[in-house]
Structures are given as C-alpha cells and as structure tokens.
C-alpha cells in the first residue's frame, strides 16, 4: 500500500481525511494499471459484469455498458464509506460531548448572575435587552455573551463580577473567545436550530430568565443517543446497484439452488442459497477495484424488504 494515501488503490493524499465528507473518487484516481496483476483483474471483473447483464440478462449492450459504469462510480465512492463512518461517529461523540458541556456552563452562569445584586443585574439587562431584539441566532447568541464580558468591569460587587467572568473564561486566554461560545456552535445542528425558533417564540426580558430559557430547551429537546449496533455500511452500496438495475427493469434478487446438497443413501438431499447474479454483479464491481467485501443474501434481503410496496416508473 502506498505510503500517504488515504486509501491504497487510489491517488488520493491522506491529508484529505478531514475532508472525507466532501470528497468524491473517480475513475481518475484510480490506479487502473498500477500492476499487470490489477488490470488484468480489473479487466476480468467488468468482463463479468458485462457478461451477466449482456448475456444473462438480455440488456442492449449501450445500456449494460451505461450501467457499468455507474456502478464503478458507486464502487469507488464506496471506498469511503468506512471513513465516512468513523468520521461521523466522532463528530456524534464530539457534539454530545459539547452539548454536556454548554448546560453545564449555563447552570453555572445563570447561578453565578442571579447572585449579582438588583443593580448590577439591571444593567446587564440593559445590554441584554438591546440585543435580544433581533431575531435568536447564533450571532445573537455570541453578542449577548460578549456583551456580558464587556459589562462585567463595570458592574460590582467586584469579587461576584469576577465569578461571572471566570465562568465565561475559566482560564486567561487572551484575545480567545469564550470557550461556552465554542460549545454552542460544536453542539448539534439539528438541536440548535430548533432551540433558536422556539426562544424567538418565546422572549426573555431578564438575562437570568434567559439563560435558564436556553438551559431548559437544550435538555428538553437534547437528541436520544443511538443504541444497539449500526446499520452495515454495505447496504448503500446495495441500494445504489439495486437502484441501476431497476432502471434497467432487472430485479436485485436471491438465487435458491434446491440441488446445492444432493442426498444419498443415508441423506435426504437439500437445497441451500446460492450467489444470485446481482450478488456476483456486485462482487465483480468491488473486486475490480480490489475490495474484497462481499454481499450477502442478508444485505439483499433487507434492501428488498425496505423497498416492499413502493412503487417504481
């Protein structure tokens, strides 16, 4: 494998895994004729894909042709899936994790800004009150701590103000901005969209009641952690050739062989499944790109069973 890819087989640098979400392989990339052994398997796989919609299947050879080469495409995006997995799956974590922390430092600060006296909470108020007029967002949100920064030197008793400011920047951190800032913007997307709707319906007109406003949003509406094992990552790619060949009027189906295990004298014979021609079209296409992954009937069957009753021109 090549040193500084992100995946062996493709001429793609591994300084794009940050950017795995956006990226899209192509045949380009590839590295067709990289060795005598990978173009030849490469050559024999869409052989056999050929062979099994040309001559199985009676499908015109433009169209067969067409159909290939959408399932190559589908064959190399499919390369990063599993990184696409992983890259997701850590961006969940990061974001719950950032969800804890946000009500976290919310509940301190609400707490930490009722105990100011009646004077000094009103003056926050005041700025408070200027910047909540426009419509709730994230800038909205940023402003309004800020502008709790700003009014702090200004407000006292000194020991209480310097509480609040520690909350805000629990360590000296220079020209940084608060880190509860950061937390907002790193919480899911989803959650804060709607949390930011439902206090524009809902205005505050103290910066406590605001505050605690937020913190109760967040934590009635915080998303359900996902539970129990995760969807196979083969199943997209089921789903695309599956989809290529009913534009083709083929069916992504299950092969039976009732002779697979023949009895004998002491054994009744029995039948048992066997690769299906979509299974071995699909395996072709993986395995001229040199991924090994098999599709099994399971994957089939699912895909069938999630497409039961819809309809299809």
């Not at 961006?91 to 009500?103: F, G, K, W």
């Not at 005041?126 to 910047?131: E, T």
Request: glycine letters at 6%; one cysteine or more.
């Amino acid at each position: 494998m090549a040193t500084g890819r992100l995946l062996g087989q493709f001429r793609v640098s591994s300084a794009m895994r940050p950017y795995v979400m956006r990226l899209r392989l192509r045949g380009s990339d590839f590295e067709f004729g990289d060795t005598p052994e990978r173009a030849a398997a490469f050559t024999k796989c869409t052989g056999e894909m050929r062979r099994i919609l040309v001559e199985k299947r009676r499908v015109p050879a433009i169209e067969a042709d067409r159909a290939i080469l959408k399932t190559l495409e589908a064959a190399f995006d499919f390369q990063l899936a599993y990184l696409r997995y992983d890259y997701l799956k850590t961006m969940e974590v990061h974001s719950h994790a950032a969800l804890d922390h946000l009500i976290r430092s919310l509940r301190d600060l609400s707490d930490a800004v009722a105990r100011l006296p009646p004077t000094s909470k009103g003056q926050l108020n005041k700025r408070f009150a200027k910047i909540n007029q426009a419509p709730f967002d994230s800038e909205v949100f940023i402003e309004i701590i800020e502008a709790i920064e700003q009014a702090l030197p200004e407000i006292g008793p000194r020991r209480l103000a310097e509480n609040v400011l520690s909350l805000i920047h629990p360590e000296p951190c220079g020209d940084r901005r608060a880190p509860i800032i950061d937390a907002w913007e790193a919480t899911p997307a989803g959650l804060r969209v709607k949390v930011e709707i439902m206090l524009q319906d809902n205005p505050s007109r103290s910066l406590v009641s605001w505050l605690d406003n937020v913190l109760r949003l967040l934590e009635q509406e915080r998303p359900a952690r996902k539970r129990g094992a995760p969807c196979s990552v083969s199943q997209i790619f089921v789903s695309r050739v599956a989809t290529i060949w009913r534009k083709l009027g083929l069916e992504a189906g299950l092969a039976y062989d009732f002779f697979l295990h023949p009895g004998d004298g002491y054994r009744i014979g029995r039948g048992g499944r066997v690769p299906s021609s979509f299974q071995r079209y699909c395996r072709a296409a993986l395995t001229a790109i040199g991924d090994p992954t098999r599709i099994s009937a399971r994957q089939v069957a699912n895909y069938k069973r999630s497409i039961k009753g819809q309809k299809w021109p």
